[in-house]
């Protein structure tokens, strides 16, 4: 999946597959252009967390070619009506080709040769007026469209195994409950949560309660030492396990593991693209966003479990002399090489930054508080930073020559909540200010508390 960078929140154009679009669109530098490979991935670029809150409206444009149905990929009805759980104000076109007519479910088509200009108008006016180049009239809006204020056709119902869309306070109780879990898996999918648990529950509520449960793929005995009947669950080409129960039809089984299937390839797609939002590419350690979410919360729970949690800031010592003296390919080295070394030094669950180009970050936070009991919290992050340190000032880096090991040297900052600060910016600050007074002092020092502890 690719971006193009426009005035973010105002048109958010995600492309699914080989639509043509893209030159006429890129001119506008007030749409914010995204292409996705396939229609699952169009659906995890909708749902991406990182978009969340958004002020801008979001269109999604299909090439019939990247058509679930079309790419044997799953179900077309099924993958609109996905969109429209995900944001209920999608409009979803379609590119026409060959003169074929739109399935039923978009709110429209749009010719190849359709500009940016013709798109907006489009959106605006919910048609095209004859000087929009290439745009397509769309289809007449239903009667429930029009009550709803609506262009183009209601949002299908969704096919078996699918959850019914919301309906009327008259509707059944159980209508409600089902189409809620189904909100709550795409809750799950923004938070980052699994959601193979919930997604099964809600099948067992749609079956009527049936039996019904997943093996994993390799699991010894899987589906076949039980008088169950199976159906394969597969996540793209990959076969991830099997559905089993001993009281439904094949012929429901199969469509829902199907189901199944693609919400664990949308999980999947929305791991990868949080990987991708809060890791640094080059040392993968996590990157100055993840940063900025995580301590505040860190900070918050620390303060409601009255647990300590410490902020290492440091950065590499002439670290530009080393870059200029040597390049850039060894100054990746050295970057690398230290986030490598301080995954051996800390703990499990503490969380190593890169905020800025040579400038890293280390929060020490234990969330079920110290494994040992007596443990003195800024004592033992301090042993833990300064064995850090060593090991840095001992490292052999391969491309630095005769200025490694023992020339590359780190100084930092320990500032421990609640003592140094009790919010972020106040931590980052006296971490920030014990930095700066350890290479006052000449560098190769890490500082924790009034004094500075150097080494």
């Given amino acids: 999946m690719q971006h193009s960078a426009g005035q973010q929140g105002e048109l958010r154009v995600i492309l699914v597959g080989q639509t043509g679009l893209d030159a006429q669109l890129r001119r506008d530098p007030g749409l914010e252009l995204i292409r996705a490979r396939t229609a699952l991935d169009a659906l995890g670029e909708l749902s ?12 999604v444009i299909v ?16 993958f609109l009506a996905g969109l429209r759980r995900v944001d209920p104000q999608v409009r979803v076109l379609r590119v026409a080709r060959n003169g074929d007519a739109a399935p039923a479910g978009y709110d429209g088509q749009l010719a190849p040769d359709t500009d940016a200009s ?28 029009r009550r709803q204020g609506r262009q183009g056709p209601a949002a299908p119902e969704p ?8 309906q009327a306070p008259a509707a059944s109780a159980r209508a409600g409950d089902e189409a809620g879990g189904e909100l709550l898996l795409l809750r799950r999918l923004a938070d980052g949560e699994p959601v193979l648990a919930p997604a099964m529950d809600l099948l067992r509520a749609r079956a009527g309660g049936a039996e019904l449960r997943f093996a994993p793929a390799g699991e ?19 076969l991830v396990g099997e559905l089993c129960s001993p009281t439904m039809r094949p012929a429901d089984l199969g469509p829902a593991a199907a189901w ?5 390839e949308l999980e999947r797609t929305q791991t990868q693209l949080r990987e991708a939002a809060y890791r640094d590419p080059l040392t993968g350690a996590w990157n100055r966003r993840y940063f900025d979410e995580f301590l505040p919360q860190a900070i918050e729970e620390a303060g409601a479990s009255r647990h300590l949690l410490t902020v290492l800031l440091f950065d590499i010592d002439n670290f530009k002399r080393f870059n200029d003296a040597h390049g850039h390919a060894a100054g990746d080295e050295i970057l690398t090489e230290c986030v490598r070394l301080l995954h051996t030094a800390v703990r499990p669950t503490d969380k190593v930054c890169r905020i800025g180009g040579d400038e890293f970050a280390v929060i020490f936070h234990e969330p079920e508080g110290p494994r040992e009991p007596n443990s003195r919290h800024p004592t033992s992050v301090h042993d833990i930073a300064e064995r850090f340190r060593r090991l840095v000032c001992g490292a052999r880096f391969s491309k630095l020559g005769d200025d490694a090991p023992g020339h590359l040297t780190i100084s930092g900052g320990l500032a421990t909540f609640p003592w140094d600060g009790r919010t972020s910016a106040e931590l980052m600050q006296r971490a920030d200010e014990l930095a700066l007074e350890g290479k006052s002092q000449g560098k190769n020092v890490i500082a924790l508390g009034p004094r500075g502890c150097g080494g």
Avoid: M, Y
Avoid at 48 to 59: E, I, N
Avoid at 220 to 238: D, L, M, T, Y
């Fill in 260 to 264: 199944l299937g693609a919400w664990l």
């Fill in 63 to 78: 090439d019939p070619r990247a058509e679930p149905s079309a790419a044997g990929a799953g179900d077309l009805t099924e």
């Fill in 118 to 145: 013709g798109l907006r108008r489009f959106i605006a006016n919910g048609s095209a007026p004859a000087q929009a180049p290439g745009a397509i009239e769309p289809k007449p809006a239903s009667a429930e469209a």
């Fill in 159 to 166: 096919l078996a195994p699918a959850l019914p869309e919301p």
């Fill in 48 to 59: 991406d967390p990182l978009d969340r809150g958004a002020p801008g409206r979001a269109v």
């Fill in 220 to 238: 010894r005995s899987g589906c076949a030492n039980e008088p169950h009947a199976a159906a394969p669950v597969r996540v793209g080409e990959e």
